[in-house]
Nanobody, 121 residues
Framework: QVQLVESGGGLVQPGGSLRLSCAAS????????MGWYRQAPGKQREPVAS???????NYADSVKGRFIISRDNAKNTVYLQMNSLKPEDTAVYSC???????????????WGQGTQVTVSS
C-alpha cells in the first residue's frame, strides 16, 4: 500500500557531505512523522532524526549540529542533509514514515529498504 524509496547514499571522505532523500508513495491520506534510522555493522539500529508534519524535529546527540532533516509535505518526501561526516557515521540509513492510508483508519509504520553511507578516506 505504501512504499518508501531512499536515494543519495554513497562513499564520501571524512568531513564531506551527503544528502539523502526518501519518497513515500502509494495509498496515502496523511503522514504524521517521518524519520531516519541507521544501522552500523554489528550494532543495533538507532534513530538519527525525525520530523513531524508541523515541522518540529528531533536529533540524536551524535548528529546534532551536523545533520539537518527537512520535509516536503506536498511530495511526501523527507531529506537528510549530512555535513561534517565522520567514519563513525558509516551505516545503512533507512527512512520510515507513520502513515494513515484512509481518513478514518489507524496509522501504520512503513520502512524503506535502506541506503549505504560509507565515510572513509
Amino acid at each position: 500500500q505504501v512504499q518508501l524509496v531512499e536515494s543519495g547514499g554513497g562513499l564520501v571522505q571524512p568531513g564531506g557531505s551527503l544528502r539523502l532523500s526518501c519518497a513515500a508513495s502509494g495509498t496515502i491520506n496523511s503522514i504524521n512523522v517521518m524519520g531516519w534510522y541507521r544501522q552500523a555493522p554489528g550494532k543495533q539500529r538507532e534513530p538519527v532524526a525525525s520530523i513531524f508534519s508541523g515541522g518540529s524535529t528531533n536529533y540524536a546527540d551524535s548528529v546534532k549540529g551536523r545533520f539537518i532533516i527537512s520535509r516536503d509535505n506536498a511530495k511526501n518526501t523527507v531529506y537528510l542533509q549530512m555535513n561534517s561526516l565522520k567514519p563513525e557515521d558509516t551505516a545503512v540509513y533507512s527512512c520510515n514514515a507513520v502513515v494513515r492510508t484512509t481518513s478514518w483508519g489507524p496509522y501504520g509504520v512503513y520502512w524503506g529498504q535502506g541506503t549505504q553511507v560509507t565515510v572513509s578516506s
